[in-house]
Structures are given as structure tokens and as C-alpha cells.
T-cell receptor, first 114, second 112 residues
Framework: EAQVTQNPRYLITVTGKKLTVTCSQNMNHEYMSWYRQDPGLGLRQIYYSMNVEVTDKGDVPEGYKVSRKEKRNFPLILESPSPNQTSLYFC?????????????FGSGTRLTVV | SQQGEEDPQALSIQEGENATMNCSYK?????LQWYRQNSGRGLVHLIL?????REKHSGRLRVTLDTSKKSSSLLITASRAADTASYFCATDGLSGNTPLVFGKGTRLSVIA
């Protein structure tokens, strides 16, 4: 089944403790992206990647890092999480070949930083 | 950014009625997409309409696009309780490197 897999689904952590949220897709998509969703603010893009070893900042990149060493994986790294990074996070992927298709989203990671 | 803005923010209708949601955006686009999100879940792609198209259908969904007004509408006919969700429009810019930009969504409640 074609899908984007995020892990973990839920995560509670303490301020300053480094964490990684994994994202993997099995559709051979070039494009991958991370969004955060907050009440009243909608979805905001954190980082995106057009292909392997190519990443770029979205609208809210501060406090986050990403890497794209393999086509299928696009982990989101929080080096020193803070309470304002408590949010619902989504990974998405898309084929950029035709731009005629939408994004496929993961099921989300609900992160709480205390 | 060319963020889409959905209107209304929330909509409540009876089962069987039609639901119409609108989206406005600011700059020229390559295409506009609509997504559905059930509470706390990932977004699901519903339909994509290109800038040279004016109307598109998919099952009970009808999407229109007016590039002169920079607006789109999503019509769900004969709504069902299972249609209860948030609906987002997203715009894809002209440049190949421009990522999708999402609006804040319309929360639809369909009452049985």
C-alpha cells in the first residue's frame, strides 16, 4: 500500500531533550515536506526537500533540522525542544514529475514538550 | 506567501443538504487542491484543478476555479454525516520549486 509512515504517533518529552520524528514513504516520491498544525494557524510548512541532499526552509524553520540522505526518508530533528514546539506534525510527499498529483500525508505525530 | 483563505471558517448543515466552501488566494497559481482532514488525522487529497480548468467533478464533489477573481469553491452534494471534517484549499505556485501553501480550513459539521 502506498503510504507515508510517521513515527511516533504520540510523544511527550521534556524541554531540551533532543528528539527525532521519522518519516518514510514507499512511493519513490522526490518531494517531501514537514508541516506543523496549530489551532487558529492552520498548516505551516517547516522544511521541504525537492530530492536527495536538497532541503530548504519553509515558513517556520526555527528550532528544527532535517536531512534527506535517502529518497524514502525525511526525518525531523528537534535539537533542543521547547514548549512552543508542542504541536501536531505532519510529513507529506509528492511526485514532482508532473505536478498533477496532490500530496500524500502521514497520520501525524502529536508532540507535547513540557 | 500566497496562502489560501477559506470561507466560512465553520459550517453546520443537515444531512442531505449541499455544502459550499470558498477559497481565495493572492497570486497566480499552477493548480489549486482541496484536502479533507478528519479530527487529528492526516490530510487526504480530494481533488486538483489546474489553472486552465474552470470546473471539475469527482463523485459528490464539484470544484470551480475563477482565476480572474483568484477564488475557488468546493461543493459537496447530498452531504452525509461521514463528510464531517475540516476542508483545506492549497495553492501550488507557478515556480516548480514552490511548495503547496494551505489555508486555515473550513470546519464542516453534518448533522444526521
Amino acid at each position: 500500500e502506498a503510504q507515508v509512515t510517521q513515527n511516533p504517533r504520540y510523544l511527550i518529552t521534556v524541554t531540551g531533550k533532543k528528539l527525532t520524528v521519522t518519516c518514510s514513504q514507499n512511493m519513490n516520491h522526490e518531494y517531501m515536506s514537514w508541516y506543523r498544525q496549530d489551532p487558529g494557524l492552520g498548516l505551516r510548512q517547516i522544511y521541504y526537500s525537492m530530492n536527495v541532499e536538497v532541503t530548504d526552509k519553509g515558513d517556520v524553520p526555527e528550532g528544527y533540522k532535517v536531512s534527506r540522505k535517502e529518497k524514502r526518508n525525511f526525518p525531523l530533528i528537534l535539537e533542543s525542544p521547547s514548549p512552543n514546539q508542542t504541536s501536531l506534525y505532519f510529513c507529506a510527499s509528492s511526485s514532482t514529475g508532473t505536478r498533477n498529483y496532490g500530496y500524500t500525508f502521514g497520520s501525524g505525530t502529536r508532540l507535547t514538550v513540557v | 506567501s500566497q496562502q489560501g483563505e477559506e470561507d466560512p471558517q465553520a459550517l453546520s448543515i443537515q444531512e442531505g443538504e449541499n455544502a459550499t466552501m470558498n477559497c481565495s488566494y493572492k497570486t497566480s497559481i499552477n493548480n489549486l487542491q482541496w484536502y479533507r482532514q478528519n479530527s487529528g488525522r492526516g490530510l487526504v487529497h480530494l481533488i486538483l484543478i489546474r489553472s486552465n480548468e474552470r470546473e471539475k467533478h469527482s463523485g459528490r464533489l464539484r470544484v470551480t476555479l475563477d482565476t480572474s477573481k483568484k477564488s475557488s469553491s468546493l461543493l459537496i452534494t447530498a452531504s452525509r454525516a461521514a463528510d464531517t471534517a475540516s476542508y483545506f484549499c492549497a495553492t501550488d505556485g507557478l515556480s516548480g520549486n514552490t511548495p503547496l501553501v494551505f489555508g486555515k480550513g473550513t470546519r464542516l459539521s453534518v448533522i444526521a
